[in-house]
Nanobody, 118 residues
Framework: QVQLVESGGGLVQPGDSLRLVCAAS????????MGWFRQAPGKEREFVAR????????YYADSVKGRFTISRDNAKNTVFLQMNSLKPEDTAVYYC???????????WGQGTQVTVSS
């Protein structure tokens, strides 16, 4: 069955870096747009970044542009989110998403907590 398993979250201080990893299985990974979303307490889930099936195209929320980098390894069915210069407002549960809109496919991981605090 489809599985998206996130890892790499944790508690860090402002200015630190984290690298989130999403390991995918159960579907043709290379055919899916992969993305990261996040949800802070009391807020709606929001888009963070996504990467096309052709890894050249990457898109970021304005709030993370220049600090976060999304990448994928189709050979290892893995997508990454490198997060630098973390801020307290980046605190949230981060979710991995796999989407193939034309076919209505939309899969989610269970999330990994990122807490940025001094």
């Amino acid at each position: 069955q489809v599985q998206l398993v996130e890892s790499g979250g944790g508690l860090v201080q402002p200015g630190d870096s984290l690298r989130l990893v999403c390991a995918a299985s159960g579907f043709t990974f290379s055919s899916y747009v992969m993305g990261w979303f996040r949800q802070a307490p009391g807020k709606e889930r929001e888009f963070v970044a996504r990467i096309s099936t052709n890894p050249v195209a990457k898109y970021y929320a304005d709030s993370v542009k220049g600090r976060f980098t999304i990448s994928r390894d189709n050979a290892k069915n893995t997508v990454f989110l490198q997060m630098n210069s973390l801020k307290p407002e980046d605190t949230a549960v981060y979710y991995c998403n796999a989407a193939r809109t034309v076919y209505g496919d939309d899969f989610w991981g269970q999330g990994t907590q990122v807490t940025v605090s001094s």
